[in-house]
Every structure is written in C-alpha cells, then in structure tokens.
C-alpha cells in the first residue's frame, strides 16, 4: 500500500529496485510531501548481482547498507541529488 499526503496513491516497480508512485492529486511545488509505503518480505531470501544486504550473528543480525543495500530494507532514493528525510517503522516478529 502508498499513501500520498495520507491518500491512496499508484504505484509500479521498474528495473531492480525503483517504486514509481503517482499521487491521487497533483503536489503543489514547494511543499512538503509525506510518502506511507507499507510492505512485508525477507531481507535474508533477496540478492541483487549475487550479493544479500544482510548477515546473520549470533546474537542477530548486521546490516549493510551502501552503496545500494538500503532498498533491501526501505523505500529509499539512493541518488545524491534528491534529499530527503526518512522516518522509519520496522516490526519484528518475538523470536525472531
């Protein structure tokens, strides 16, 4: 599900990791914009060109994130150009 301004948006994947969401109003420029993306998966079962974004410890888990790894665990844009701010949620089943 992608909520745009807390309404239900469009969206579609292209290539390996792009999310494009088209919000059900167009944004007025210069204004800021909040983008809900919820969605489920398994870091641990996904690789890109051969390589996992994550190892596990045995007291968890490590994370590697760049140069391109963030996707495997948030919408993200990873070009240098387009800044943003993220806040993130994530929930993790006990026992896991």
């Known amino acids: 599900e992608v909520r745009v301004n807390g309404r239900k948006a469009r969206f579609a994947t292209s290539g390996d990791h792009e999310l494009e969401v088209t919000p059900a109003e167009k944004l007025a420029k210069g204004r800021a914009v909040s983008v809900v993306v919820r969605y489920a998966g398994k870091p641990s079962q996904l690789k890109i060109n051969g390589w996992t974004a994550w190892a596990r410890t045995p007291d968890g888990g490590v ?22 701010t993220y806040d993130i949620s994530v929930s993790v089943p006990d026992g896991t």
Do not use: C, G, R, T
Request: proline share 14%.
């Open 63 to 84: 994370a590697a994130q760049e140069p391109e790894s963030a996707v495997w665990w948030y919408p993200s844009n990873d070009h240098p150009l387009d800044k943003a």
